[in-house]
């Protein structure tokens, strides 16, 4: 059974930088395209990255310019940089892939806030 991970979250200022970091079982990442998603409180999860096996990306409207998704294939391991952050950034943030999603894990909680 595939596993994810997710960690890096934390409270943060606005304006600060979180990275986030998702380790995952498996060879899932290497053959996948991968996404960060997130679901703020009592809203639906909600996509906000993803990134393809040759490394393109795409963003959110709400974070382009401020996140930057990256990938590591030989670690499994997939990334968030956030930047410039906001108090609406405030969420649970998860990562899988981005078609037949795994088991979700248990995700990374990022506050915003002064």
């Known amino acids: 059974q595939v596993q994810l991970v997710e960690s890096g979250g934390g409270l943060v200022q606005p304006g600060g930088s979180l990275r986030l970091s998702c380790a995952a079982s498996?060879?899932?990442?290497?053959?996948?395209?991968m996404a960060w998603y997130r679901r703020a409180p009592g809203q639906e999860r909600e996509l906000v990255a993803r990134?393809?096996?040759?490394?393109?990306?795409n963003y959110a409207d709400s974070v382009k310019g401020r996140f930057t998704i990256s990938r590591d294939n030989a670690k499994n391991m997939v990334y968030l940089q956030m930047n410039s952050l906001k108090p609406e950034d405030t969420a649970v943030y998860y990562c899988?892939?981005?078609?037949?999603?795994?088991?979700w894990g248990q995700g990374t909680l990022v506050t915003v806030s002064s």
């Open positions: 990134i393809t096996i040759a490394g393109a990306s």
């Open positions: 498996g060879s899932i990442v290497r053959f996948n395209t």
């Open positions: 899988n892939k981005l078609n037949y999603p795994e088991i």
